[in-house]
């Protein structure tokens, strides 16, 4: 199992392979369970849109600020 990269409070941006994102910012709200299939789950919002996300850990990279 592929253990989680990113911590809570974290700011992430979507990675060049995620199509389900849009571009910008987000901010890692919780650490979920990882799928069946062990890729970590984590719960992001963005920093401009009021909804939370579910996203797998290959969607996100760390965010240079």
Not at 42 to 51: A, D, F, G, L, P
Request: hydrophobic share 40%.
């Amino acid at each position: 199992m592929i253990q989680h990269m990113f911590k809570v409070g974290q700011v992430v941006r979507a990675s060049g392979t995620s199509r389900n994102l849009p571009s910008g910012s987000f901010r890692v709200l919780r650490l979920l369970p990882s799928t069946a299939a062990g890729i970590p789950l984590y719960c992001v919002k963005s920093e401009v849109e009021m909804i939370e996300r579910v996203v797998e850990q290959h969607e996100i990279e760390a965010a240079s600020r």
